[in-house]
């Protein structure tokens, strides 16, 4: 399995330390418009595969570089400014998505290969890369809300007092500021939330729950603020899904793929099957009614950004 990485800055980094622990990968490829930094980032990691996997290790200092590669994962380009949202990043991170992926697909074997997205605004750039990729939709993949899932399942699991492995929880929609928590599908080793709240006797009261959806929409935010960029988090879903694609787990994720033709097409985040043929199948979770407006309001607020680039 070889695998390239376009941008190797902090995303980048944490990305391909990810991808190394994983064992997955045979041959790893780093690319930046920053040579220097991508030969260092090269060095620093093929030292750390002393300690784990013997994986070579290349810095490319040309596109020639990632023929061959079965999984390009593009992490280039501006990341959020402390108070900056992700649509702050639209036109700037467009322009980075024309110039990589039609050097991308100059190299690369179009009939099998898989893009990973994690650029942001994320799914607007998912749209963007499938649509200058011309990769059928199910191999253009954006991490989508794979992480907001995750913070999500993390302060439920230590209000609940419950692994985060046992909760079956979704963020869906925007990878940004308009995602939805689909609180009406949640569910703790199979019990409905509301249930499982019953029986532990824990309240878990709509106020909590407003305050629960602010923190895993503001988490990027506090992060940011505290450390100048988000990184681990990214690194370990990227990871995750390549687990789920490279073994052919079927596993369901909220990943975002393009849904839809012509003007109505968007890419967000529902739970997707996903496997060696990247995603297989779009699910649709129950919805309240107010979930189910916030998401076609998300999905409108997407099309229409991808329309401004
Ligand atoms: P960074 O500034 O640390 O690194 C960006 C790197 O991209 C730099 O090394 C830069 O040289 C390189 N680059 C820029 N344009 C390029 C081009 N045209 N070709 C090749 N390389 C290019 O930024 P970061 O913190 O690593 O963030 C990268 C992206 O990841 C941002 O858009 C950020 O918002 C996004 N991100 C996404 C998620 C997610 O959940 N999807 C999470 C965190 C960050």
């Given at each position: 399995?070889?695998?390239?990485?376009?941008?190797?800055?902090?995303?980048?980094?944490?990305?391909?330390?990810?991808?190394?622990?994983?064992?997955?990968?045979?041959?790893?490829?780093?690319?930046?418009?920053?040579?220097?930094?991508?030969?260092?980032?090269?060095?620093?990691?093929?030292?750390?595969?002393?300690?784990?996997?013997?994986?070579?290790?290349?810095?490319?200092?040309?596109?020639?570089?990632?023929?061959?590669?079965?999984?390009?994962?593009?992490?280039a380009g501006?990341?959020?400014?402390?108070?900056?949202?992700?649509?702050?990043?639209?036109?700037?991170n467009?322009s980075v998505i024309?110039?990589?992926?039609?050097?991308?697909?100059?190299?690369?074997?179009?009939?099998?290969?898989?893009?990973?997205?994690?650029?942001?605004?994320?799914?607007?750039?998912?749209?963007?890369?499938?649509?200058?990729?011309?990769?059928?939709?199910?191999?253009?993949?954006?991490?989508?809300?794979?992480?907001?899932?995750?913070?999500?399942?993390?302060?439920?699991?230590?209000?609940?007092?419950?692994?985060?492995?046992?909760?079956?929880?979704?963020?869906?929609?925007?990878?940004?500021?308009?995602?939805?928590?689909?609180?009406?599908?949640?569910?703790?080793?199979?019990?409905?939330?509301?249930?499982?709240?019953?029986?532990?006797?824990?309240?878990?009261?709509?106020?909590?729950?407003?305050?629960?959806?602010?923190?895993?929409?503001?988490?990027?935010?506090?992060?940011?603020?505290?450390?100048?960029?988000?990184?681990?988090?990214?690194?370990?879903?990227?990871?995750?899904?390549?687990?789920?694609?490279?073994?052919?787990?079927?596993?369901?994720?909220?990943?975002?793929?393009?849904?839809?033709?012509?003007?109505?097409?968007?890419?967000?985040?529902?739970?997707?099957?996903?496997?060696?043929?990247?995603?297989?199948?779009?699910?649709?979770?129950?919805?309240?009614?107010?979930?189910?407006?916030?998401?076609?309001?998300?999905?409108?607020?997407?099309?229409?950004?991808?329309?401004?680039?």
């Amino acid at each position: 399995m070889k695998i390239a990485i376009i941008g190797v800055g902090s995303v980048g980094s944490a990305v391909a330390t990810a991808v190394q622990n994983t064992g997955l990968a045979h041959e790893i490829v780093l690319f930046d418009r920053d040579g220097v930094r991508a030969r260092a980032a090269a060095e620093d990691l093929g030292h750390a595969g002393a300690f784990s996997y013997d994986i070579k290790i290349t810095a490319a200092s040309s596109y020639r570089v990632i023929r061959g590669s079965d999984i390009v994962i593009i992490a280039a380009g501006a990341n959020q400014k402390p108070g900056e949202t992700r649509t702050d990043l639209l036109h700037k991170n467009a322009s980075v998505i024309e110039d990589i992926v039609p050097r991308v697909m100059a190299n690369v074997d179009a009939k099998k290969v898989k893009i990973i997205v994690v650029t942001n605004p994320l799914d607007v750039m998912v749209m963007l890369a499938q649509k200058l990729s011309k990769l059928p939709a199910s191999r253009v993949i954006g991490t989508g809300t794979m992480l907001d899932s995750a913070r999500l399942k993390v302060i439920l699991s230590r209000q609940l007092g419950v692994s985060t492995r046992s909760i079956n929880a979704y963020v869906l929609g925007e990878h940004g500021d308009s995602s939805v928590v689909n609180w009406e599908a949640i569910s703790i080793g199979g019990i409905a939330l509301d249930d499982f709240c019953k029986q532990t006797k824990i309240s878990l009261p709509q106020t909590k729950r407003k305050t629960i959806e602010h923190r895993v929409r503001g988490a990027a935010y506090e992060i940011i603020r505290g450390r100048g960029a988000t990184w681990d988090g990214i690194g370990a879903a990227v990871a995750d899904l390549l687990h789920a694609i490279v073994n052919d787990e079927k596993r369901i994720l909220t990943t975002s793929v393009v849904d839809g033709v012509g003007k109505s097409a968007v890419a967000m985040s529902m739970p997707r099957i996903v496997g060696e043929n990247g995603v297989i199948m779009n699910l649709h979770t129950k919805l309240s009614k107010t979930e189910s407006a916030d998401l076609r309001k998300s999905s409108k607020i997407i099309r229409k950004n991808f329309d401004l680039i």
